[in-house]
């Protein structure tokens, strides 16, 4: 627990423009990748009368954070008890607690990653208990908040389904359910350029207004997200593919 103290104490910052601009992307102006999170937050701001501020912004990061790390320190915890307070596995548990995982934990306070692990954890507790229909309705809201859950946290899914030894039938429902969110996403995106732009400059303004994040990235972060997902398929996936 010290050695994740200090690593954090030593690599947190403040969210940046980028990663606030995220928790301001909603679906009132149209659908949108990332949107999910920014809805909740709209959500509750609208029910508690709250602003959108930047320290809102901060607090939910923070949260999340102290939320991942706790998850962390709880499976380290697990690990040292099977293993008998092993000198090796000890080892291995304080380099962990000072990798660089913990160190760009601390560095993307706010971003959306922390918000799908913390679901990543949700939806491997649902399938150890066996609720594979919840299991997967997990995933799809994981997806639709950061659509990296597919390279991050899925595979965890999948290797879980057969380390538990999990029954291919029901455990298939909990596999295949991260595809439907794409395939959501490419149906609710907006198509003809009219209305790409028309979204673009509503979010743009909305990014503006907020007051705290700079012209250009509230320029940048609506043009980004509004690429489509084929199209960041087809961008993306020759580098996976030859990594």
């Known amino acids: 627990l010290w050695t994740i103290l ?7 910052r403040e969210p940046n423009d980028f990663a606030a ?3 301001l992307i909603d679906y009132r102006f149209g659908f949108i990748r990332r949107g999910l999170a920014g809805t909740l937050v709209s959500l509750f701001c609208g029910i508690t ?3 959108a501020s930047y320290g809102l912004i901060v607090a939910v990061g923070a949260l999340c954070l102290v939320a991942v790390m706790a998850c962390f320190v709880w499976a380290l915890s697990i690990l040292l008890r099977r293993a008998d307070w092993d000198l090796g596995i000890s080892i ?6 000072s990798s660089p995982m913990i160190v760009l934990t601390g560095h993307l306070l706010s971003y959306l990653d922390a918000v799908f692990i913390l679901l990543l954890v949700a939806a ?7 609720q594979y229909l919840l299991a997967a309705g ?9 659509e990296s859950y597919l390279l991050v946290g899925w595979p965890a899914v999948v290797a879980a389904c057969y380390i538990w030894r999990k029954p291919p039938g029901r455990a298939g429902v909990t596999v295949a359910a991260p595809a439907l969110a794409p395939l959501m996403v490419m149906a609710l995106e907006p198509w003809s350029p009219d209305a790409k732009t028309a979204l673009q ?11 705290y994040i700079i012209p250009f990235k509230a320029q ?12 960041v398929w087809s961008i993306e996936s020759p580098h996976f593919f030859s990594r």
Do not use: D, K
Request: charged share 10%; aromatic share 6%.
């Open 124 to 130: 491997l507790a649902a399938l150890h208990g066996n």
């Open 138 to 146: 997990i995933q799809i809201v994981a997806v639709l908040v950061h």
């Open 49 to 51: 009368g709250l602003e």
């Open 220 to 231: 940048l972060v609506p043009r980004y997200l509004l690429i489509s997902f084929r199209e």
């Open 92 to 97: 291995f548990c304080v380099i962990m607690a």
């Open 201 to 211: 400059h509503a979010l743009t303004v909305r990014l503006t207004q907020a007051g």
């Open 6 to 12: 200090v690593t954090l104490a030593r690599s947190i």
């Open 21 to 23: 601009a995220h928790w």
